[in-house]
């Protein structure tokens, strides 16, 4: 166990720092981009990405999470499901791309975008290439060596600085964000395969894969779903209103994802590798489980308040003025983003580290039952109506996983909530303060004061905690 902790310590570490490099040069990728391209090329982008992201689910099958999570007999039993998983994953990727490319123009028709069918089959080359370093990556995620891919995600970020901005700043449309992609795709495949110890080879069994496929069918089920929850709305936006609408829709989600990424994208990988090792110790499992989640609330919670009360500042900022009309739902997607990744993302994460993705594919699919409804009901409303109604839904998810985590899994609501009940209670403080300095001024440099106060607010309220108190004298400590 100790062991494994020190591990679990250095794999955060270096997951963190991956995420916080990201996140200091993924903003101002995105903030120029932003400015030099329109709502309607990202709409355009954002379903060419419904569709490979609908594909890879079938390309992966769930090897990934098989390769992470499954205990091997032996280094020859690893090393031959690593290649069944590999060129399974390879020569179906190239399947799949082979038939989108045979029904491209009634493809592109069908998610609002006729005429971009020769777009389409471009853009899907990034399945094959994704499907290629996908393995390697899984690797590294099961041997917690997430130093190896902070070289890799480092070069990979600087793509879009090289070449996309100026492809935006050539072309002027969508193709910027579709070229950049590929070429982002192209480096992790080559870097990936360079770094890794292990390399492919030509080996096939029929019946290793249908070992594989046995254990991982429900984890097929689960990123069906999941893709379902993530892109139900995406399409019904896109051909109910207009790519300008979809545009505002999907970049305000992914401008709060890229936001709140820079604490889960760091945790959420290192918390499946680690628990997947605990899964039939239960008593380490929950400890674990208690102890990602209470650091994860102490981050997110205060962040995803503070995006709801500077919802304006943040669009401003990122994105700029031609943006200002999504800044609702970017604050209201924030602050629901804080609820739903301490209480409902992290639940999915102990379902699939336990064996029991079936519980996760339960969830989303009881998520989908309130969420489409909702959708098409409040589309037809307005982009207003439709946000709030869509941001709001995602309160069902977090009902569905507590129930299911307190009945299968034997972890409570009660608990869950005590445990992230200091985080809570602090961040409460950035509102009250928020509402108290909001209305002296709108000058920006206010706002960066006011900023600050919330801030030293809910440091000095959390600090009033015993455990939390430790947590963040550990870390400081840490980094000294």
Known sequence: MLELNR???????WSAVTEIVAKLITPITSMVLARLLTPEAFGVVATLTMIITFAEIFTDAGFQK???????????DREQSTNVAFWSNFVMSLIIWGVIALFAAPLATLVGNPGLGYVLTIACVVIPLAAFSSI????????????????????????PLLVTIPLALWLRNFWALVIGTIVQNVVNAVLLTVFSRWKPRLFFSFRKLHEMLSFTIWSLFEAVSIW???YLDVFIVGTMLSQHYLGLYK???TLVGQIMGLVTAATTPVLFSS????????????????KFQKFVGLLVIPLGVGIYCFCDLITEIALGDQWLEASGFIGLWGLTSAITIVLAHYSSEVYRAKGRPKLSVLAQWLHIV????TVLIAVQYGFETLYVARSLVRLEAVAANMVIMYYL???????MIRNIFPSCLSALAIIVVHSLFHNISTNLMWQFVSISLCLLTYMSLIYMFPEERRIIKQYILKRK
Request: hydrophobic share 45%; net charge positive.
């Open 66 to 76: 098989y390769l992470v999570q499954h205990e091997f007999a032996d280094e020859t």
């Open 275 to 290: 628990l997947s090792r605990l899964q039939n110790r239960d008593v380490e499992f929950r400890q674990l489980f208690f």
């Open 370 to 373: 309130a969420l489409l409804p």
């Open 7 to 13: 591990k679990v310590a250095q794999a955060t570490k």
């Open 228 to 230: 379902l929850t993530g």
């Open 136 to 159: 390697q990556m899984a690797l590294y995620r099961r041997d917690l060596d997430f130093k190896t891919l902070f070289k890799v995600r480092i070069v990979s970020i600087a793509i």
């Open 251 to 253: 970049t305000s989600s």
């Open 409 to 415: 899994i034997h972890i409570s609501f009660p608990s």
